[in-house]
């Protein structure tokens, strides 16, 4: 499967924004979707992920209540809802895709460009 991350940009501290992950390939359905996010000053952390069917998700306690993940496996879409953005949320947002569901990187096979999304106070 191929992914590519879209939706991120510059926003100030309590707006929102939704990124989305586009997969390309049949089997979109059959993968386990995540959310990852870095800085230059940490490592790769997970964020959110959603399980094959979508009647499952974990969030990250650094954004739970504010951030949602969803997908639409018929238009092979997953996508992260961010609300009340903070500062802190600044990072290189990528989606990912795996076949169990486990909140860490090394689960994850397949890996979109990530988007860039910036905070400002």
């Known amino acids: 499967v191929q992914l590519q991350a879209s939706g991120g940009g510059l926003v100030q501290a309590g707006d929102s924004l939704r990124l989305a992950c586009s997969a390309s390939?049949?089997?979109?359905?059959?993968?386990?979707m995540g959310w990852f996010r870095q800085t230059p000053q940490k490592e790769r952390e997970f964020v959110a992920m959603?399980?094959?069917?979508?009647?499952?998700?974990v969030e990250a306690d650094s954004v739970k209540g504010r951030f949602t993940i969803s997908r639409d496996n018929d238009v092979k879409k997953a996508y992260l809802q961010m609300n009340s953005l903070k500062p802190e949320d600044t990072a290189v947002y990528y989606c990912?895709?795996?076949?169990?569901?486990?909140?860490?990187?090394?689960?994850?096979?397949?890996w979109g460009q990530g988007t860039q999304v910036t905070v400002s106070s």
């Open positions: 990912a895709a795996a076949l169990s569901l486990w909140p860490d990187r090394t689960a994850y096979g397949y």
């Open positions: 390939g049949r089997t979109f359905s059959t993968y386990v």
């Open positions: 959603i399980s094959k069917s979508g009647d499952y998700t």
